[in-house]
């Protein structure tokens, strides 16, 4: 079997949600929860060293998928000839039918099963890497859709031979039994561009500047309250590829909708 997979390069995308948006479109899905690429923001850091990340996230189809071995309908498969991941719906729904199941979400530490309602009859979807344009020689419809080419598809033996072994982003499960069909490249270190003196802008903000009325508090009490990230200070601090619902799931995937 040839296993083909995704590129992601961190350091060129923004998260502007167009590969999440145009996969809805191409795949008729509704608004809401069900996202077969999902784009994921958080910060981290304070001022001097703040750092967001952005990622997007589709189905890795994996060399060892744990979703195959979970479902107990067997609605899962691996397709021949591009690796591909597929669910058989049919089955699925029969499934949900006769009992509440989400042991291929439990299973697969990426998330990439996805449902339209937190209702645990709800049949499951995913991404299918666009296999029906695959077959018609056509690249996977997030790929063409993203306008920084910070996406790109091929064999996982070509990716490596183009961008090298990749390093996984911050905080993302690294599983390699599971062998995820993904690349990645992660964003460049920070470097200054501009000889400036951090500690005396500081100074100046803190006192808010040299023209401000004397009787003016200070805008913070110390240059830590600024410079020194604390947990919990960004609603969006941490990569969460598993949301506990479809209400914490928009939340960490939101500005697509």
């Known amino acids: 079997m040839t296993q083909y997979g995704f590129f992601f390069d961190q350091s060129r995308c923004t998260g502007c949600h167009a590969c999440s948006i145009l996969c809805k479109s191409w795949n008729a899905l509704p608004p809401g929860p069900a996202k077969w690429m999902r784009v994921f923001k958080w910060e981290q850091g304070g001022i001097l060293d703040l750092r967001v990340h952005a990622l997007a996230v589709p189905c890795y189809h ?30 699925c729904e029969k499934l949900h039918q006769e009992m509440e199941c989400r042991r291929c979400w439990q299973a697969c530490p990426y998330g990439a099963p996805q449902f339209e309602s937190d209702d645990r009859r709800a049949t499951m979807s995913k991404c299918n890497m666009c296999v029906d344009r695959l077959y018609e020689g056509k690249r996977p419809v997030c790929v063409l859709g993203c306008s920084l ?29 599971i062998e995820p069909a993904a690349v990645f490249k992660i964003s460049d ?69």
């Open 62 to 91: 994996c060399g060892n998928p744990p979703c195959l071995a979970a479902c107990p309908a067997g609605a899962m498969r691996k397709e021949e000839r591009f690796g591909t991941v597929l669910l058989d719906g049919e089955k």
């Open 149 to 177: 080419r910070a996406l790109d598809f091929d064999t996982l033996d070509n990716l490596h031979e183009w961008y090298g072994a990749g390093q996984a982003p911050e905080g993302f499960p690294e599983r390699p039994r």
């Open 189 to 257: 270190p920070k470097r200054q561009l501009i000889r400036w003196d951090a500690s005396d802008a500081l100074k100046l903000w803190q006192g808010r500047g040299p023209f401000a009325a004397p009787e003016l508090p200070p805008v913070f009490t110390s240059i830590t309250d600024v410079t020194e990230w604390r947990p919990g200070a960004a609603g969006r601090d941490r990569l969460v590829l598993k949301p506990k619902s479809a209400e914490e799931k928009m939340y960490y995937t939101s500005d697509d909708e």
